[in-house]
């Protein structure tokens, strides 16, 4: 695994769902999470539920966090498993 895949999923571990008190990715709400070389990451977003309350919260919160991974230069998120996916996936993509 690339040091910057690792870096993001250490980064993803501190993003906790307070609902649960269990860090995003020991929930498995991360899939799919790949990088390319040029630190353009992209992943799934699998909110606990499909009418999870803060689902639009923690996808801001996982966006910020691997944002502020060194070397990541873009990122793509699509949030799947949710009434409002669609809608979710378009608006945390355009912040």
Do not use: W
């Not at 999923?9 to 501190?14: A, M, Q, R």
């Not at 040029?38 to 691997?66: D, E, M, N, T």
């Amino acid at each position: 695994m690339c040091v910057l895949k690792e870096a993001i999923i250490e980064k993803l571990g501190t993003v906790i769902d307070p609902e649960t008190g269990a860090d995003v990715v020991r929930m498995r709400l991360i899939e799919d999470l790949e990088v390319d070389e040029a630190g353009r990451v992209q992943y799934v977003f699998r909110p606990s539920s499909p009418v999870c309350p803060i689902a639009v919260h923690l996808a801001q919160q996982i966006k910020q966090a691997v944002a502020q991974v060194p070397g990541v230069t873009a990122q793509t998120i699509t949030v799947t498993g949710y009434v409002a996916a669609e809608e979710l996936t378009k608006l945390i993509n355009e912040e």
